[in-house]
């Protein structure tokens, strides 16, 4: 039997596959001066004309904050650049001083979507960036070949904001919190900002959309379960962290143009299976992807979040998405499986599964003499799907 863990994880050596997929320091800070430009551009326009267009009583500020891939750890570069695209997640929280019926006035969904649209327009032209007119939950502006920024535009009542900032100061370790997850994002830290507390007390929180309605959303109810297995498999969080960047470097290798499960989807399937393998990328993996193949096929609702399905693929995507995984699934054991003479065998499985990114070295692969199946405590797999197969 072979060990493959060497091709995804190889400590130090830029080379490693978690290594090539991460993004670069200078793709980072790009990305983050960009980010930083939109909110200086943005925290001025949007203040100004909460009374003069958004038909408030009185001008209020902007909160602005980082969310999805950046904040999960699980951002990756593209495995097809272009098209592919890395994003940021920053979105615009507005403190809303009138609410009916559960929501904000609907007619300020389509003008607080115009307002941020027109006023990126500038921004995009003095910068040579790209407004994307087509998304629908989001304001989306191209950066560059490689990136791009996503902007959603959220709304919940004045009143709440006031209620929950009270709460969340009332907590000087909170307040440190913020300030450390502020300086690793290289965010301006500013004493009259939101500390962490408040993101996970706020509520009634809605996204206005192109469509001029507003949907119920909070972003944080998918990051603070996330965050909580992580922390519940300690030291086996940071290789929970890498399968989910492995899982979307794959998704990506195979969906070229877009297309596939989600990111939150891939996620949240790995995360709630995961089973730590240590010094074993390789076990780690074939076990999600059997999880993935099975739960890929239907719909995926994690109670721990809501009663929301994730599984937005319609039956042909599904049944795609699920043979793929099972694909991966049977690659990974059978190249395990491989004697020693088949090192370079095993390498090219790999390749064909997750790209050129993984390093075309039989070297890397090492003979599994532990006599040992699994590194980790038995855990009862799900069967993966198989669904019909297709020739011509």
């Known amino acids: 039997m072979l060990s493959l863990h060497k091709l995804f994880l190889n400590d130090g050596s830029p080379e490693s596959f978690d290594r090539r997929i991460a993004p670069t320091d200078a793709q980072r800070k790009a ?39 950046w904040v999960y750890g699980t951002c990756i570069q593209g495995a097809h650049q272009p098209p592919q695209q890395m994003d940021w997640d920053f979105g615009v929280y507005l403190p809303v001083t009138v609410w009916s019926e559960n929501a904000p006035p609907r007619a300020m969904a389509k003008l607080y979507f115009d307002l941020v649209e027109t006023s990126l327009k500038r921004l995009c032209g003095e910068h040579g960036w790209h407004l994307d007119p087509k998304t629908e939950r989001c304001v989306r502006v191209h950066i560059a070949s490689w990136a791009h920024i996503d902007i959603p535009l959220y709304a919940a009542p004045e ?22 997850e502020a300086a690793a994002l290289d965010e301006s830290v500013d004493f009259g900002e939101m500390p962490e507390q408040f993101w996970e007390l706020m509520e009634d929180i809605h996204v206005a959309r192109r469509d001029g309605t507003w949907t119920p959303s909070d972003p944080e109810d998918v990051a603070k379960w996330f965050e909580d297995r992580i922390l519940e498999h300690g030291e086996g969080g940071l290789q929970l962290r890498r399968l989910c960047r492995y899982f979307k470097a794959w998704r990506d290798y195979h969906w070229r143009d877009g297309g596939g499960p989600s990111s939150v989807l891939i996620m949240i399937i790995v995360a709630r299976n995961f089973s730590y393998a240590p010094r074993r990328e390789d076990l780690a993996l074939e076990s999600a992807a059997a999880h993935l193949a099975r739960e890929l096929a239907g719909d995926v609702v994690e109670l721990g979040i809501g009663k929301e399905n994730f599984n937005r693929m319609d039956a042909a995507d599904r049944r795609l998405a699920s043979e793929r995984a099972t694909t991966l699934h049977h690659e990974l054991d059978k190249s395990r499986h491989y004697g020693p003479g088949l090192r370079q065998a095993a390498v090219d499985n790999v390749r064909a599964q997750f790209g050129t990114r993984i390093a075309n070295d039989p070297a890397l692969v090492l003979n599994d003499d532990s006599g ?13 799907f198989v669904g019909a197969s297709h020739s011509g």
């Open 159 to 180: 009143e709440n904001f006031v209620e929950v900032m009270e709460k969340a100061l009332a907590s000087a370790t909170n307040q440190v919190h913020y300030l450390r």
């Open 31 to 69: 990305l983050i001066l960009a980010k930083n430009t939109i909110r200086d551009h943005l925290l001025k326009d949007i203040q100004a004309a909460t009374t003069t267009i958004l038909g408030m009583e009185r001008a209020v500020k902007p909160k602005f904050r980082s969310q999805g891939s």
């Open 372 to 384: 040992v199946v699994r590194s980790t405590e038995a855990k009862k797999v799900a069967a993966p």
